[in-house]
């Protein structure tokens, strides 16, 4: 597989897009799907490398990376405020997550919980 890291806004994760992304022979048309996470992969079947025998080709992985901006403009900061005025906060099973360090995380996907 071919991989590519996709960086995005946080107003295309949560509501979608259509982005193009590199490939070995130009581009292609993704369509990011609304209330997808960071760390997300979008599968590009048969974009990827060919595989030995020649015939046919592997796919291209997409990773998704929600950028968080570190400089906001006025009016950025204003419309941030609004919304957390108003969002809900995280679910649970992902507050929880957050708190568990990297080899319990592992173990987890293994074991299944």
């Known amino acids: 597989a071919l991989f590519h890291e996709l960086p995005i806004t946080f107003s295309q ?3 979608g897009d259509e982005v193009r992304v590199p490939t070995i022979e130009g581009t292609a048309r993704v369509t990011i799907p609304a209330g997808i996470q ?3 992969h979008l599968n590009l079947r048969g974009l990827g490398l060919p595989e030995l025998s ?6 291209q992985v997409v990773r998704v990376v929600v950028w968080t901006p570190d400089d906001l403009t006025d009016q950025q900061e204003q419309a941030l405020e609004t919304l957390r005025s108003v969002e809900a906060p ?3 099973h992902i507050r929880r997550r957050s708190h568990k360090g990297f080899w319990s995380r592992v173990k987890e996907a293994f074991t299944g919980g």
């Not at 020649?54 to 796919?59: A, E, I, P, Q, Y």
């Open 54 to 59: 020649g015939h046919v080709r592997g796919d």
């Open 13 to 15: 994760a949560a509501l």
């Open 90 to 92: 995280a679910p649970e």
């Open 38 to 40: 960071s760390g997300d």
